[in-house]
């Protein structure tokens, strides 16, 4: 008996020293690309283009927000090859050493990114990262239903929207948008300021009809919500089914991020990772994200080539706040930044008021 | 000597195969060593995994410090968490009862159809749950919406005169989790229903005893080992349930399993998520076991 479990054992053992020692890099080029994105971000069709022209296939898993990437990324060797985090989470990866440093001669095409999106803040000389996309999370109003003029958040606390707010379900943005109301720092980790915007913020509770992240949109296509705090992307797709819907960039600001195309510390096939960044800052593919996803998009000479390619979508592109806000609206973004410790009392604050106290 | 070892080393690698052919002991353990191994790393290993998680600390970009502490523990029996802990429980007893009330029916007249009509009744009951749950929840949103189906069906026959606030309110997840849950209701009390004799009604009606009598003393009875079953089979997935207060509830009530999904992926406090799952997990093994005791493992838990 006592054998048997030995022999067991070691069988499991075996096994699994088997399942570890496996991940031997191919000399050879690879066939295969493991793609981790955010959901609704990047356009099958590019993909499908992609395969065809290189024989590379490619694998999409997505994620739903930063953390979620981080998480797998921690948790060891994730064997992706392409990630998209966006700026603050870029300087967390980069602290944790989990990015592999990009070889830009092997991605001519960045010359096509608008220099005003290349060398960031987060990752200077374009080391680690390339932009995908950017945009912001300001202040979405149906006109149809609010005939006055909103122009800051403060109005989101108005008894007549009672039920009518839609929120993003996001800390960072909800706590950070009502310290900016409050004239904070919305990276605040002051306890004494989020002790004030928590109450603060339990006063909006009885405004906020829902919380949502992945498709604000729908309660306000649906006419359930008049106002309320969304992505630009968000925006843009509602308005072009809503005329009535507008974004606006209230007094006391909001967020801008940049979401950047990386590759994973240990990325399996770097070789298929740097040819699919080049192809997607190839103006041409570049084009299918825009009309598919209309976030804000660096690529400067992609928009180019939009205008004689759609001119009807580079109109509505470049006409509304949303996909092409004007200076004076970016003067009013700013980055989210990570707040190392404080994010356990922001979290804390977080489960009060949505628990209630 | 030499013809002394040469008897003696052979003997272990043969004892395992002899062990093998004779010890049924040795036979079931060897045939059900796959899912023993499959259950290895996929329940054993994570779960020590997260009770080893339990003890450590944050770091500050999220990652995981190792110095053993009962931090986590203490930090949870905060009233706030507390708090979140028993409207979690409410919610999963609401639905529970819910699923009682709406499933007991049920299962009662489809244990009353004749034979080749209830297999047709079980079939539908489960053919919902082949579409995604999501696309499920989804449709329920489109039907307790302020200009939904409901309400526009309501305002139409005067029934209401202005539209129900449903959706995003606990009554909506509660209407999710009731409508989620109920064939896991429905599937063991009908399996307790259907093996009750007429005989025994008939016995119950010869004595003397009125329908409704007959049911009380009869009938419930006989059919309370599914009932619990069923209560376990609901409550234990509704504690940890976290998709359809989001959907439903617009996200504005927190439940337990909201608090542990926050703390894995927005908080990137693992070790405190680790620590209020394994509140969950001894939370919930209570129960099961308290259930259990009194009413022992039917065949109703195996449909």
Known sequence: ?357 | MAAETSSVSPAPRFSLIRQLRESPHAQGLALISPTLIYLLFTLVLPLLLVVVLSFMTRGPYGNIIYRVNLGNYTRLMDTLYLRILGYSLLTAALTTVGTILIGYPLAYYIARTPPRQRSVYLFLILVPFWTNFIIRIYAWIMILRTEGLLNSFLLKIGFIQAPLDILYTPTAVLIGMVYEFLPFMVLPLYTSLEKIEPAQLEAAADLGARPFMAFLRVTLPLSLPGMIAGSILVFIPAMGMFVVPDLMGGAKTILVGNLIRNQFLTARDWPFGAAASMLLLILTLIFTLFYTRRAGFGEELLV
């Not at chain 1, 392409?82 to 602290?95: E, H, Q």
């Open chain 1, 1 to 357: 008996m006592k054998t048997f479990r030995i022999a067991a054992v070691f069988v499991v053992f075996a096994m699994l020293i088997a399942a570890c020692g496996g991940g031997q890099k191919p000399a050879v080029k690879s066939t295969e690309l493991n793609l981790y994105a955010w959901s609704e971000y990047i356009p099958q069709a590019m993909l499908d283009n992609f395969t065809a022209e290189t024989g590379i296939k490619v694998n999409y898993d997505t994620y739903s927000s930063n953390e979620e990437l981080q998480a797998k990324l921690q948790a060891g060797a994730s064997g992706y090859d392409v990630i998209v985090p966006s700026d603050y989470m870029i300087t967390i990866l980069k602290k944790q050493n989990l990015l592999e440093k990009l070889d830009l001669s092997q991605i001519p095409n960045i010359k096509n990114i608008d220099e005003r999106f290349r060398n960031l803040e987060y990752d200077p000389g374009n080391e680690y990262t390339v932009p995908y996309q950017w945009g912001t999370s300001c202040l979405v109003v149906d006109t149809s239903k609010v005939s006055r003029p909103i122009t800051k958040w403060a109005d989101l606390w108005d008894p007549e929207f009672a039920g009518k707010v839609v929120l993003l379900d996001d800390v960072r943005e909800v706590l950070g948008m009502v310290l900016a109301v409050l004239g904070y720092d919305k990276n605040s980790t002051d306890p004494a300021q989020l002790e004030e915007a928590k109450a603060k913020l339990s006063e909006l509770m009885a405004n906020v009809k829902l919380f949502d992240s992945d498709n604000p949109k729908q309660a306000l296509l649906a006419g359930e919500v008049w106002l309320g705090q969304t992505w630009n992307g968000e925006a843009s797709i509602a308005h072009s089914e809503n005329e009535a819907i507008q974004y606006i960039f209230p007094e006391e600001g909001c967020t801008i991020w940049f979401d950047n195309l990386a590759i994973p510390k240990g990325a399996p096939h770097i070789d298929a990772a740097l040819t699919f960044i080049n192809y997607v800052l190839d103006a041409k593919n570049s084009i299918l994200i825009t009309k598919e996803f209309p976030y804000s998009n660096p690529n400067k000479a992609a928009l180019e080539l939009l205008k004689t390619e759609d001119p009807a979508l580079y109109e509505a592109y470049m006409s509304f706040p949303a996909t092409n806000p004007s200076d004076e609206d970016l003067k009013r973004t700013a980055p989210i930044k990570d707040i190392g410790e404080a994010t356990a009392l922001w979290d804390r604050i977080w489960t009060e008021v949505k628990g209630g106290e």
